[in-house]
């Protein structure tokens, strides 16, 4: 089974692209256009990974993911931002999120995606199922 993968961008151009080619190998299982929206999306839809902005009108990528983490921590958060992804790292490893990708560089988010997944499949046995 493929992992379910939820974008969270307030750019419909970029969730579209990302969509695309996250979808090409993995299953998008929905799409949110601010993080309130991604929040309730994340409790609706029950995602196996989620994809990140961090600028993003009502409430940012950081409190999104605080609140997604609070809800699932076992969830992988990505953050994936156009801002200088090193002067992050800190609030976002407190609010959950794993990984931080520059926007400049799609090649290192794919990567990064398939690094999680891997760690996913390896992780989980296939007669685990989590509980949310």
């Known amino acids: 089974?493929?992992?379910?993968?939820?974008?969270?961008?307030?750019?419909?151009?970029?969730?579209?692209?990302?969509?695309?080619?996250?979808?090409?190998?993995?299953?998008?299982?929905?799409?949110?256009?601010?993080?309130?929206?991604?929040?309730?999306?994340?409790?609706?839809?029950?995602?196996?990974l989620v994809?990140?902005?961090?600028?993003?009108?009502?409430?940012?990528?950081?409190?999104?993911?605080?609140?997604m983490h609070a809800i699932d921590p076992s969830v992988p958060l990505?953050?994936?931002?156009?801002?200088?992804p090193w002067g992050l790292e800190s609030a976002a490893h407190e609010a959950g999120i794993g990984h931080i990708v520059s926007k400049?560089?799609?090649?290192q988010l794919m990567k990064t995606i398939e690094e999680v997944v891997s760690g996913m499949q390896t992780s989980v046995c296939p007669s685990d199922s989590r509980k949310r």
């Open 1 to 48: 089974m493929q992992p379910r993968v939820l974008i969270v961008d307030d750019s419909k151009t970029t969730r579209r692209v990302l969509s695309g080619l996250i979808g090409s190998r993995w299953a998008v299982c929905g799409e949110a256009e601010n993080g309130r929206s991604g929040v309730k999306k994340f409790r609706e839809l029950k995602p196996d």
């Open 51 to 67: 994809l990140l902005d961090l600028a993003m009108p009502d409430i940012d990528g950081i409190e999104a993911a605080r609140q």
């Open 78 to 84: 990505i953050l994936f931002t156009l801002l200088d």
């Open 104 to 107: 400049s560089e799609g090649v």
